[in-house]
């Protein structure tokens, strides 16, 4: 539905996965900045907060999710 709004507004749409966030911030950070406009666009690691909350419960079911479904 956002896709849609956006499209119509003429509004860039950037997609970002929380994963790939916390793989490669600063890469991700750059990639909006530079979607914006805004090069000079930096992470800054303390000024973020934020802390893993899945465990080998989660990755379990995310295999078994997988193999289930053929992903």
């Known amino acids: 539905m956002f896709e849609s709004i956006f499209k119509i507004l003429n509004i860039a749409l950037i997609v970002i996965y929380y994963e790939e966030f916390l793989d490669a911030p600063q890469k991700i ?3 909006i900045g530079h979607t914006l406009g805004i090069d000079e666009l930096t992470y800054c690691a303390s000024n973020i907060r934020y802390k893993k909350q899945a465990n080998k ?3 379990s079911l995310i295999e078994k999710f997988r193999q289930e479904f053929k992903f």
Do not use: E, H, M, S
Request: without cysteine; aromatic residues 0%; hydrophobic residues 50%.
């Open 57 to 59: 419960l989660n990755d």
């Open 29 to 31: 950070i750059a990639q």
